[in-house]
């Protein structure tokens, strides 16, 4: 079955951190597009962040630039999140999705879609 599973969020004031993570089960987040997006109540969800398969392949959305990073551990076929100087307009249900290229196809961040989706991991910053 694939599958992907976030984790990591949670209540933290303005200025926290947190790192969230996305993992993988039924395949190989190595040959994926992983990108985080997120979704606040009233709102369209929105783009966070993008990895392809090379290091050079990552992307960030204006809102997040500076202060998210995203990276890929293959041993644990997990990507991470790490959220640093959060704000309250940051709070919002955080997804994790894959892209699966075709054969011979090269996917480039950012991406709008996905094959695969994550259930949500909420995200809440406040004092």
């Known amino acids: 079955q694939l599958q992907l599973v976030e984790s990591g969020g949670g209540l933290v004031q303005p200025g926290g951190s947190l790192r969230l993570s996305c993992t993988a089960s039924?395949?190989?987040?190595?040959?994926?597009?992983i990108s985080w997006f997120r979704q606040a109540p009233g709102k369209e969800r929105e783009g966070v962040s993008c990895?392809?398969?090379?290091?050079?392949?990552?992307y960030y959305w204006d809102s997040v630039k500076g202060r998210f990073s995203i990276s890929r551990d293959s041993d644990k076929n997990t990507v991470f999140l790490q959220m640093n100087n959060l704000k309250p307009e940051d709070s919002a249900v955080y997804y994790c999705?894959?892209?699966?290229?075709?054969?011979?196809?090269?996917?480039?961040?950012?991406?709008?879609?996905?094959?695969?989706w994550g259930q949500g991991t909420q995200v809440t910053v406040s004092s």
């Open positions: 039924g395949f190989t987040l190595d040959y994926s597009v």
């Open positions: 990895i392809g398969n090379s290091d050079d392949n990552i």
């Open positions: 999705a894959a892209e699966t290229p075709s054969i011979g196809e090269t996917l480039i961040c950012p991406r709008l879609r996905a094959d695969y």
